[in-house]
């Protein structure tokens, strides 16, 4: 592949096995005719076009070759560029994108901002009644908030909301003993 391709692959594989043009296209920051370069690595077989503007790996190994290809510290860029790409794609509603600005943020090791994300997907998850995923992410937000670098991020009411809800979680689940422990964590 030709250098400029080549860099539009290995970015467009922090995004995922699929992704859109448009947060590629900003993390790039709109260089050079980033549509004529998807349409080159289209040409060259690395993705298939799922709509217009929304792209697909071909294979997994060839996603997960470009990915891997990439220094850790590039690597932390680009989850950073990526998550801010989204953020300012869709301001208007960040709440599809909880999930995705959560795991990026993790992958830039940006505490703080992952913490905010966790909560919220965990937060989203219980009004769908997806018990297991409010877990797992109330439970991430919780290791980051002994962080000092989340400090700024959680308030003293959102971690006391947060314990109030896996409080509930357990109960709905029948943990009663833990359930117990986050309502009384919630108190405190």
């Known amino acids: 592949l030709q250098t400029q391709v080549k860099q539009v692959v290995q970015t467009a594989a922090v995004l995922g096995q699929a992704f859109e043009v448009a947060v590629l296209g900003k993390m790039l920051q709109n260089s050079g005719l980033v549509m004529e370069k998807v349409k080159r690595a289209e040409a060259e077989m690395i993705w298939s076009a799922m709509s217009e503007m929304r792209y697909l790996f071909r294979h997994v190994l060839l996603r997960d070759a470009a990915y891997g290809m990439q220094l850790r510290t590039r690597l932390r860029q680009l989850h950073e560029l990526a998550a801010q790409a989204i953020e300012l794609l869709y301001a208007a ?71 109030l809800m896996l409080g509930r979680v357990y109960e709905r689940m029948g943990d009663f003993p833990l359930a117990i422990e986050a309502l009384n964590t919630s108190m405190t």
């Open 93 to 163: 509603d960040l709440a599809p994108h909880y999930a995705d600005l959560a795991h990026h943020y993790a992958q830039a090791h940006n505490a703080a901002m992952e913490c905010k994300y966790a909560l919220l997907t965990g937060e989203q998850a219980f009004q769908k009644g997806d018990y297991r995923e409010t877990l797992r992410y109330m439970q991430r937000a919780h290791q980051l908030a002994v962080q000092p670098e989340t400090q700024p991020v959680l308030s003293p009411a959102m971690l006391a909301s947060s314990y």
